[in-house]
């Protein structure tokens, strides 16, 4: 246990000092800029725990934007569902964990994951310093109510890199909904977006060698 609790102190300290980590973009996470580069970590959120449902980003901290509680998908009570996490770097792997929340954070129901992101302790030495990796992660939807306005959707590492998304559930059959995604909503791929402090990631620049880096 106490092996456990130093290996999780480690990682935490080193994923704060690292340019890496993941975010939600299919549906599409609260924090997530589309207006800069997919693999910039100028709009990752930290500190994505059951008692904040989405976090702080890292590079403008402070409250995450929630007045557009608008569904970013639609869910199907009791249905199997597939999201797409994008791993920016290594220590933004997995395993992940999902929840939803009806009553806006309050209180969270856990979503069995099926199929899950690599890694280990949230540490995958496979995406060192690669281009980012998405990641579409499999999990089941809990029965529940959800109605659109009040509900969310968490998806975190264990370092508590992640995103949550304001998302709908509802009863009786269809299937899932992407309402709003990255690719969708006009975002801009590895190379085509800003990265570094001209992303207004001031402090947090991006290593060098990631495309479409603009110095």
């Known amino acids: 246990m106490k092996t456990t609790i130093c290996i999780l ?35 990752v959120a930290i500190g994505v725990t059951r008692a904040n449902a989405c976090g702080t980003v890292l590079a403008n901290p402070g409250a995450i934007d929630r007045s557009d509680m608008a569904p970013r998908a639609n869910f199907v009570a009791g249905s199997s569902a597939t999201v797409t996490y994008h791993i920016v770097n290594q220590d933004g792997a997995g395993p992940l964990t999902a929840a939803f ?22 540490i995958n030495n496979a995406n060192r310093g690669s281009k980012g990796q998405d990641v579409p992660i499999t999990l089941t939807v809990p029965d529940m109510n959800c109605p659109a ?67």
């Open 101 to 122: 929340s009806s009553d806006n954070g309050a209180t969270w129901t856990n979503a069995p994951i099926t199929a899950n992101a690599p890694g280990r302790f949230g």
């Open 149 to 215: 306005g009040s509900c969310l959707l968490q998806v975190r590492n264990p370092i508590t890199f992640g995103s949550c998304a304001p998302v709908s559930i509802t009863q009786g059959g269809g299937q899932t909904e992407m309402i709003k995604t990255f690719a969708n909503s006009g975002g801009k791929p590895a190379g085509q977006g800003l990265v570094g402090p001209k992303a207004g990631g001031v402090g947090f620049v991006d290593p060098q060698d990631l495309p479409g880096n603009r110095g």
């Open 9 to 43: 102190a480690q990682v935490a300290i080193l994923a704060a000092t690292v340019s890496a980590h993941g975010k939600l973009i299919e549906p599409l996470g609260l924090n997530v800029n589309t207006a800069v580069d997919l693999n910039s970590q100028a709009d």
